[in-house]
């Protein structure tokens, strides 16, 4: 039976109850955090870069993992016992870890490393690794692994919103939302995720209006049926939590929603105050 592992990076941001990890290896990105350079999630959290960011106390920035650090990995797996590896990552238009893991795949072995785009980040990218995993964990075939990520991901619905733009501005990834920075003060922006890239979606006035329009949003994209459903935040744990009952409330079918707060890397990005819901409507047998 062939072995496959699964290979994500930190942004996936799996709870540990959801997590295998007997097939899932996770890569963290790098924060700098003023003068201190660490790994996501091991070194540097989410309250440590909230805190910076709320006080303007230290820079932050984040940067990819090094192609080189990629194709290590890739070659402990392989001489490890693996027969193939499915390095799935977030979007290569918000991240250069996509175009790291492709680097290393084509020098370690790229008949038997393949690396997919989750076209997406957070639990958008974390419920297409664990489709990946299951599948590996049930002896399938690294095509069939590899699949599994793909589906899931180009099922995934991503919407959030933040207090500021800054933050996003500053890191090169708000794209068209740029023209609403002259007004933000006075909106919350609410954004997607759109093939890969953060787009915006409209303006609504108070962080209550924000929520309510997010579970319209994630009622919408689930459809009739069942759903996979995840909250994000960045140190807004009283406010994910009531967006999380709500959206329980309003889609009964779903699977119990995860509520995660994302790490230093995509909150460096989005600031305090970040809320998001990452929906993927769940596939019938039939269709």
Do not use: N
């Not at 790229?110 to 002896?139: C, I, K, N, W």
């Not at 954004?191 to 979606?201: K, N, Q």
């Not at 959206?247 to 105050?273: F, I, W, Y």
């Amino acid at each position: 039976m062939a072995r496959v592992v699964v290979v994500t990076d930190s942004t996936a941001y799996l709870p540990a109850r959801l997590a295998a990890p007997e097939h899932v290896e996770v890569v963290p990105l790098r924060v700098r955090c003023g003068s201190r350079v660490g790994l996501d999630g091991v070194d540097i959290g989410p309250a440590e870069v909230a805190e910076a960011l709320r006080t303007a106390t230290a820079p932050v920035s984040t940067s990819r993992p090094a192609p080189a650090e990629m194709a290590a990995l890739y070659r402990r797996l392989l001489d490890g016992g693996a027969d193939e590896v499915v390095s799935v990552h977030l979007s290569r238009l918000l991240s250069g870890t996509w175009e790291a893991a492709r680097i290393a795949a084509d020098e370690v072995d790229p008949t038997r490393v393949r690396v997919v785009d989750s076209l997406s980040t957070g639990m958008g990218l974390g419920f297409a690794v664990l489709a990946a995993a299951e599948e590996a964990a049930a002896g399938s075939p690294a095509d069939q692994v590899e699949k599994a990520a793909s589906e899931v991901a180009g099922r995934s619905r991503v919407f959030f919103c933040v207090d500021s733009l800054e933050q996003l501005r500053r890191g090169g990834r708000i794209g068209a939302a740029a023209a609403w920075l002259g007004s933000a003060l006075a909106v919350k922006p609410l954004l997607h995720v759109v093939a890969g890239r953060i787009e915006p979606l409209e303006k609504v006035r108070t962080t209550a209006r924000a929520v309510t329009r997010m579970v319209e949003l994630a009622a919408r994209a689930a459809g009739p049926g069942a759903a996979l459903l995840a909250v994000h935040h960045l140190a807004a744990p009283c406010r994910a939590e009531e967006l999380a009952a709500l959206l329980t409330r309003r889609l009964p079918d779903a699977a119990p929603c995860v509520v995660s707060e994302v790490g230093a890397v995509l909150g460096a990005h989005a600031g305090p105050g970040l809320l998001g819901v990452v929906v993927v409507p769940v596939r019938s047998a039939s269709g």
